[in-house]
């Protein structure tokens, strides 16, 4: 079985329309992605957080593509968070949960 490591590079301030958000990087020995933690308020010291995990989706959360509900998803968790006060949104580096942007466009 072999270790996998997980190693938060680096984390910013992002300011959004629901306020500000911390945005951290991500690196991982198992899938050799770059994942994204999106977080409001003191999550590390909270019970009962609220929690997205999204695949990302450019056509979706970028483009606003009516194809798929994504970037609605993304949205209203960035929302119901900033609403909370605190939560975050995993944000996972897997076009189409692993399909690929070109795979998604056939």
């Keep these: 079985m072999s270790n996998t490591t997980v190693s938060r590079i680096t984390c910013a301030r992002i300011p959004t329309e629901y306020g500000d958000f911390q945005l951290c990087y991500y ?8 994942h994204l933690a999106f977080y409001m308020g003191a999550v590390h010291e909270a019970e009962d957080v609220l929690i997205h995990i999204h695949s990302e989706c450019f056509t979706g959360d970028v483009l606003g593509s009516k194809r798929c509900d994504c970037g609605e998803q ?17 944000y996972l580096r897997q076009e189409g949960r692993g399909i690929g942007l070109l795979q998604k466009l056939y």
């Design 27 to 34: 690196t991982n020995t198992l899938d050799k992605k770059e």
């Design 74 to 90: 993304l949205d209203l968790s960035l929302k119901l968070i900033a609403e909370r006060g605190q939560g975050g949104v995993i």
